[in-house]
């Protein structure tokens, strides 16, 4: 919430607000509900930013908004407690509760710190105020976004949207994840050698690449090794099998486990399994080109397994 208010007064539009696996997203100009799953989140609120002049864009409220209102609400129930404590003690100690729930939330979040697989608020905005090009790579983030949640798929975006950053950029984390972009974009357009090359040299080489991504590039990476008839074994451990469960409700994922059934199992039932899964998913995902790309490499997938 807090992200949404300062996005607004700092010039962003609203494109989707997640708690947990519920978002309330807007496509096409109505409001929709759909459910979306990310490893390491507990909500999201991503935002459409305005245009960036002169390399400058607004980016510290939109960041900080939830640090800034978990400690407004810290102040204000530790307030409330100190006025009830020699009376209502439920109340009280029900005011004292979410003071200390607002306290810790501004802290994890503004301590500039990874979590799990993720970077925090704080981390973020101080990533984005050290390099230009950093703010950059956030803004073009932020697009994507937006173009993907009105249901345009990658291939389909500006070519200049999508560039693979200079090996120098990739120890800020903004950047490395443009390099993922980039990657998603090859895979979209079914370069799959290209993707598989470009993963290899990301994923050996010195990086500020989140954990989160450096897993979702070990998927894809295995997707193409299956697809290309390469040893899938080094993609294919025991902690990314893992992940790929901590993950199962994720397209790509599901995709993957697909291909792998298909092709190094030769399950046909398994295979069925994720299908059907995929089918469901389809229902309430926000972003439809994800699925449409990801219908398509299953198809791709198929047609391996078939000799065609």
Not at 122 to 134: E, I, Q, T, V, Y
Not at 203 to 220: M, P, S, V, W
Not at 235 to 257: H, L, N, W
Request: with cysteine; charged share 20%.
């Amino acid at each position: 919430a807090g992200h949404l208010l300062f996005g607004l007064l700092s010039g962003y539009r609203f494109c989707s607000f997640r708690i947990g696996q519920w978002m309330l997203a807007r496509q096409n100009g109505a409001l929709r509900f759909c459910r979306f799953f990310l490893a390491g989140t507990a909500g999201q609120c991503l935002m459409d930013p305005p245009d960036m002049r002169e390399g400058k864009l607004p980016y510290v409220l939109y960041n900080l908004g939830g640090v800034i209102l978990n400690a407004a609400s810290a102040l204000l129930f530790f307030w409330m407690y100190h006025l009830c404590a020699s009376g209502a003690a439920l109340f009280a100690f029900f005011c004292l509760a979410l003071g200390l729930m607002g306290a810790a939330g501004a802290l994890l979040n503004g301590i500039p710190m990874r979590i799990q697989l993720i970077d925090n608020d704080g981390r973020n905005a101080c990533s984005l105020g050290k390099d230009p090009a950093a703010l950059r790579a956030f803004w073009l983030q932020l697009r994507i976004n937006a173009a993907k949640t009105s249901g345009q798929r990658l291939r389909d975006m500006p070519v200049a949207w999508f560039r693979f950053p200079a090996e120098a950029e990739l120890q800020n984390p903004m950047i490395a994840a443009e390099a993922v972009g980039f990657i998603d974009c090859q895979m979209d357009l079914h370069k799959f050698a290209q993707a598989a090359r470009t993963i290899d040299w990301l994923l050996h080489a010195k990086t500020g690449l989140l954990g989160l991504h450096r897993n979702l590039l070990l998927c894809d990476r295995l997707y193409c090794a299956l697809l290309l008839g390469e040893d899938a074994a080094p993609y294919d451990t025991p902690a990314m099998a893992q992940f790929r469960k901590q993950m199962a409700p994720y397209p790509s994922v599901i995709r993957t486990e697909y291909a792998r059934a298909l092709l190094a199992e030769r399950d046909e039932a398994k295979a069925a399994a994720f299908q059907a899964r995929f089918d469901k998913l389809t229902e309430r995902y926000p972003y439809q080109g994800d699925l449409e790309s990801d219908r398509e490499c299953m198809e791709l997938a198929r047609r391996v397994a078939q000799g065609c």
